[in-house]
């Protein structure tokens, strides 16, 4: 099945609308849902391209394809890619168009650019890309997709602007016809086209050629490297990009520089239109594309011998990413696959291990001593005590029986039942007091600490635990002591305390003072108030004094709001005086 859908401007008759007719030599451009060929026309023994869209894997919809199709078959432009004819065979859409042997400006810098193009080079391409433009603004279109990928080359070193599967046509409504739909590619997408919030028109295309210069020159666009959301985030939110940089100064001029920074504004109404562009000094000194077909074309392999290596490249890289994946993948399995939950089998090895560790022990008790001397007690460390245990050797046991008897009296604690209870490695003695008369008792407490005290070390004191003799500080409270020593350990606290408290106070009517003159001098001409008599009237001062803060802060916005304003008025006029000199520059040269 075939019929015509559209015919170019070129002579329709010329060109057959069937499949037939053209021979398929070989691909030398492929996409997600379209594959470009070289072909030749049997019937007029020329070699064409085909564009051969399958529409069921296309996400657009047929009449965007038509449309493509159409657009392709209206235009008739030196820079502008125009199509012969377009037919349907079966679920495909064949697009007729004149072959370019330079291929896209994208497969020359993977080739022969990978870190960007020459300036002189760049300066051809961007002159006839922007005579592109123009010609399609001026036709009532938007192109909407200007890159490096979509810019070609013939073999004379002709610069073709090409792809117009998302452009716009404003036939009927007038250049200042507004878009809301969001296409294009994220890297070359102007900010208005992101934000969608007041649509946008033809400026949208100099923002994209502009990040089209900036991928010439550095051989990819700004943000390639991050995923597209970051793309739009970073566009939107990041200064627009530029050839600012150290190296880019000392590796483009001047006039380059500006091209970019005057196609790259956030604000569309700021950026020039495709003529007034080709009016900069940069283009107007563009070499001819004679040069393009001498230092470019003419060094590069064949267009089908490029895209083949090329793709051979990109298939070695996938292989290699996805080799690096399985490796990574078997090496993730190997880990799992070592995970052991068996409990039981855990439970066992545990069971071993502590086994081995018990029959260790039994066999160093078992061995002579290296030396008559007995170990001392060992020392552990407890939050405030310091607990001191004893060996249960037999040569400690020994040791212990010869020491002096430890008797209530010497420790002054009334007479205690005391009973042993084994606690693993650990005999605790634990002590039952008779305390018949507690008065009496914290008297007595009371006279023994006073006549201690002044023996007392300042680490703290003794106090008898059964078998350990355990260290108390002396500047912590004990739940023994009461009467007039806990009073008096209170006072002692609260003197501490007291002069912290009045610091603190002291530093917060410190900061209140420093605010308030910080406010005062913020805004000097708000009266003085009085000084505050209490703590709340202090606090309905700053309270009012931010407000004030708070209302100048406002009006300085406003004030910084009407400033833009103005300097954007200056700058439009700035730039229309700019552009008068120029054209009257111009005008003297012609007459010269």
């Known amino acids: 099945m075939g019929g015509n859908d559209a015919g170019g401007s070129q002579g329709e008759a010329q060109w057959p609308t069937a499949a037939s007719s053209y021979s398929l030599i070989e691909d030398v451009g492929q996409g997600v849902s379209a594959t470009v060929w070289r072909a030749k026309c049997i019937p007029l023994n020329k070699t064409c391209a085909v564009k051969v869209v399958d529409l069921e894997k296309c996400a657009a919809s047929i009449d965007e394809v038509r449309r493509e199709a159409q657009t392709m078959a209206l235009m008739s432009h030196a820079n502008v890619v125009s199509a012969y004819t377009s037919f349907t065979s079966g679920q495909n859409l064949w697009v007729v168009m004149p072959y370019l042997a330079g291929g896209s400006l994208l497969n020359v810098m993977k080739a022969a650019y990978p870190k960007g ?15 592109g433009l123009e010609y399609l603004h001026k036709s009532g279109h938007i192109h909407r997709d200007v890159k490096a990928g979509n810019i070609l080359l013939d073999d004379k070193g002709g610069v073709k602007l090409g792809d117009f599967g998302v452009s716009a046509g404003e036939f009927g409504f007038g250049r200042s016809q507004q878009h809301q739909t969001f296409v294009g590619t994220p890297c070359w997408m102007a900010p208005e086209v992101m934000e969608q919030v007041q649509g946008y028109d033809w400026h949208a295309d100099i923002w994209s050629f502009g990040i089209t210069a900036l991928e010439l020159a550095h051989g990819h ?12 985030l970073m566009t939107i939110q990041n200064p627009p990009p530029s050839l ?7 590796r483009f001029s001047q006039g380059f520089r500006d091209v970019v920074a005057m196609c790259l504004q956030k604000h569309p109404a700021r950026r020039p239109s495709a003529t007034e562009l080709l009016k900069h000094k940069f283009f107007k000194s563009a070499k001819d594309n004679s040069y393009l077909q001498r230092m470019v074309i003419d060094k590069l392999p064949p267009l089908g011998e490029r895209v083949q290596s090329q793709r051979r490249a990109d298939v070695a890289k996938t292989k290699a990413a996805m080799e690096e994946e399985k490796r990574s993948s078997i090496e993730y399995r190997k880990g799992v696959s070592g995970w052991n939950f068996d409990l039981d089998q855990l439970k066992a090895e545990a069971a071993a291990l502590d086994a081995a560790e018990a029959a260790e022990q039994q066999a160093a008790a078992a061995a002579p001593a290296a030396a008559p001397t007995a170990p001392g007690p060992r020392i552990a460390s407890r939050g405030r005590f310091t607990i001191e245990e004893e060996d249960s050797s037999p040569s400690t046991q020994q040791a212990s029986a010869s020491a002096p008897a430890v008797t209530p009296e ?6 205690s039942r005391s009973t042993v209870v084994q606690k693993g490695r650990f005999h605790v003695e634990s002590e039952e007091t008779d305390t018949p008369d507690v008065g009496a008792q914290a008297q007595q407490q009371q006279q023994q600490q006073q006549q201690q005290k002044p023996q ?3 680490s703290g004191r003794a106090v008898q635990r059964g078998r350990f003799t355990v260290e108390e500080n002396a500047d912590e409270p004990h739940p023994e002591d009461s009467g007039s020593g806990g009073q008096q350990q209170s006072a002692v606290c609260v003197n501490d305390v007291l002069p912290q408290l009045q610091m603190l106070l002291l530093q917060t009517a410190n900061q209140q003072d420093s605010l308030r003159s910080l406010i005062n001098t913020i805004l000097p001409d708000r009266p003085e108030a009085p000084d505050p008599g209490s703590n709340g009237a202090t606090q309905r001062e700053l309270h009012q004094m931010v407000v004030d803060l708070q209302e100048r802060l406002q009006t300085v916005v406003s004030e910084n709001k009407d400033l833009r304003e103005r300097n954007t008025n200056l ?10 000199e120029l054209e009257k520059e111009d005008n003297e040269d012609d007459e010269e």
């Open 456 to 458: 007392q070390a300042p």
């Open 244 to 250: 600012d940089s150290a190296d880019d100064k000392g």
């Open 221 to 232: 666009a700004p943000f390639s490297r991050y995923p597209p959301m970051k793309v739009l």
């Open 571 to 580: 700058e439009r006029q700035l730039n229309h005086m700019r552009q008068l």
């Open 117 to 131: 193009m020459p300036e002189d080079a760049i300066a051809i391409v961007l002159r006839d890309t922007l005579r």
């Open 410 to 415: 010497s420790t002054g604690r009334p007479a």
